[in-house]
């Protein structure tokens, strides 16, 4: 079992910038694949970024060059910096653990995730 709790969400102008924490703990943290998605209203989880468990990271289109997706093996944390926000990042932010270690970019490769924090951005 992981347990997993975000925190740092908020409410920011565009512009802006947050840092998200995802606290882990249970199984060894070192050795899973970390991921951040955000939901939308009504809509599906939408994959935001992933760092797998050797470091590696790869992020959504929408966030590359803006979100920094890291972690820190010691605290059994993982971090999604966000910069530069926009209006249209306001969701629900949830982070995700695969205990395979993979860190994919589908929801249904994950088997713990957290209870969520929200993100809004004003114009």
């Known amino acids: 079992q992981v347990q997993l709790v975000e925190s740092g969400g908020g409410l920011v102008q565009a512009g802006g910038s947050l840092r998200l924490s995802c606290a882990a703990s249970?199984?060894?943290?070192?050795?899973?694949?970390m991921a951040w998605f955000r939901q939308f209203p009504g809509k599906e989880r939408e994959f935001v970024a992933a760092?797998?468990?050797?470091?590696?990271?790869f992020y959504a289109d929408s966030v590359k060059g803006r979100f920094t997706i890291s972690r820190d093996n010691v605290k059994n944390t993982v971090y999604l910096q966000m910069n530069r926000l926009k209006p249209e990042d306001t969701a629900v932010y949830y982070c995700?653990?695969?205990?395979?270690?993979?860190?994919?970019?589908?929801?249904?490769?994950?088997?713990?995730w957290g209870q969520g924090t929200q993100v809004t951005v004003s114009s």
């Open positions: 995700a653990a695969d205990p395979t270690g993979r860190g994919g970019s589908y929801p249904e490769e994950y088997d713990y």
């Open positions: 249970g199984r060894t943290f070192s050795t899973c694949g």
């Open positions: 760092i797998n468990w050797i470091g590696s990271t």
